[in-house]
């Protein structure tokens, strides 16, 4: 799987968009973005994934650049509940590899301020 | 709540303790993990389970024994471990189909510490 770089924190004002970056400049063509995120002491919850288009749901969007080699996470209006680790998560798809586990980095420890 | 409940939540135990983390999921889910976060460490994944068959095992110590009787429970059976063992056991569980993505779902976690 594709290693993926991202800072080790952030702020981010209440209410404000938060965008937090991934570079992954060694990503193959059949390697995905996932994003997810812990909160202190809890178990990692799975926000959003995308391959080539930009991706938008309930919690978040996902923004890939053209050549793939970086995206980022918007989450549009932070709350204080978003304070948490993001990780960003570049891996193949199971049919390719056999492989379902997850390869967690350090993560970007977001802190959302009131 | 994410259909993934870890019991016991909090555990203390001495190196010469048997003791067992058990993990059950109510999403009809067919995969199972164990992962591992150590203080200030990533999480690492421990064992993967599909249809109640180990699948993948990343190097574990014998000392950490899984246990899949079926597809909604798993158990990491723990024996003469060492202070560095203590982490957050953290299970989580996917469809296991024969699909290209799956997303996991995580139980809280049980905080092990050993003493």
């Known amino acids: 799987d594709a290693k993926t770089t991202q800072p080790p924190s952030m702020d981010c004002a209440e209410g404000r968009a938060a965008n937090l970056p991934c570079n992954h400049s060694?990503?193959?063509?059949?390697?995905?973005v996932y994003w997810y995120r812990q909160i202190h002491s809890q178990g990692p919850q799975y926000i959003i994934h995308?391959?080539?288009n930009n991706e938008t749901n309930e919690m978040a969007s996902l923004i890939i650049t053209e050549d793939r080699k970086s995206s980022t996470l918007i989450l549009p209006h932070a709350t204080l509940r978003d304070t948490a680790v993001y990780y960003c998560?570049?891996?193949?798809?199971?049919?390719?590899?056999?492989?379902?586990?997850?390869?967690f980095g350090s993560g970007t420890r977001l802190q959302v301020q009131p | 709540e994410t259909g993934v409940t870890q019991t016991p939540r909090h555990l203390v135990m001495g190196m010469t303790n048997k003791k067992s983390l058990k993990c059950e999921q109510h999403?009809?889910?067919?995969?199972m993990y164990w992962y591992k976060q150590s203080a200030k460490k990533p999480l690492e994944l421990m064992f993967v389970?599909?249809?109640?068959?180990?699948?993948e095992n990343n190097s574990v110590p014998s000392r950490f024994s899984p246990e899949c009787p079926n597809s909604s429970h798993l158990f990491l059976h723990l024996h003469t471990l060492q202070p560095e063992d203590s982490a957050l056991y953290l299970c989580?569980?996917?469809?296991?189909?024969?699909?290209?993505?799956?997303?996991?779902?995580f139980g809280p976690g049980t905080r092990l510490l050993v003493l």
């Open positions: 989580a569980s996917s469809q296991g189909r024969l699909a290209g993505f799956e997303t996991q779902y």
């Open positions: 060694t990503i193959s063509g059949n390697e995905y």
């Open positions: 995308g391959l080539k």
């Open positions: 998560i570049v891996r193949v798809n199971y049919m390719d590899t056999g492989r379902r586990a997850l390869t």
């Open positions: 999403l009809g889910h067919n995969a």
């Open positions: 389970y599909n249809f109640k068959e180990q699948t």
